[in-house]
């Protein structure tokens, strides 16, 4: 009777512990895909409007070609080319630190998942040690009650 209790008990403490793994994957993948895809939206729009700025200053910036395919600067648009080249420089660097910073916090969502997934599985491995040792406890007491109970009987005869 007590190794198919025993059984019983070990298959219900896998399941359970099956169950809570299952709970846990599911808690974090609904967690983490919508910071991800908002992460990735913010990405894209932010490359779009990066790409319209850059096709705007790119269609400032053209030169007129005479026939031989000699450059033609505007008249008196030096200053206002030497301007836009600016600007241009300081969207592309505007660009590249926002990226850099969805990057990074991209990266530190992703070590902050992780540690919390790796916490969980400490704090499961620490539950499943102490369940352990109550049984260990338990079946000690048992042992005890059993042979004060043999002891007992044996006097008795």
């Not at 241009?88 to 969502?109: C, H, Y």
Request: charged share 25%; aromatic share 2%; proline share 2%.
């Amino acid at each position: 009777m007590t190794t198919t209790e025993e059984k019983q008990e070990k298959i219900a403490l896998e399941m359970a512990a099956s169950a809570s793994k299952g709970a846990l994957v599911e808690k974090i993948v609904f967690a983490g895909i919508p910071i991800l895809f908002s992460c990735v939206v913010y990405l894209m729009s932010s490359l779009s409007s990066a790409n319209n700025e850059i096709i705007q200053l790119k269609s400032k910036i053209a030169v007129v070609v005479n026939a031989d395919n000699k450059a033609i600067p505007p008249q008196g648009t030096t200053i206002d080319m030497a301007q836009i080249r600016e600007s241009l420089s300081d969207q592309i660097s505007k660009v590249e630190k926002e990226s850099a910073l969805a990057r990074a916090a991209m990266t530190l969502d992703r070590e902050r998942s992780m540690s919390a997934i790796e916490k969980s599985r400490m704090d499961m491995v620490a539950d499943a040690a102490a369940a352990r040792a109550s049984i260990r406890f338990d079946t000690a007491q048992m042992i005890a009650a059993l042979d004060k109970r043999i002891t007992l009987l044996e006097k008795n005869k």
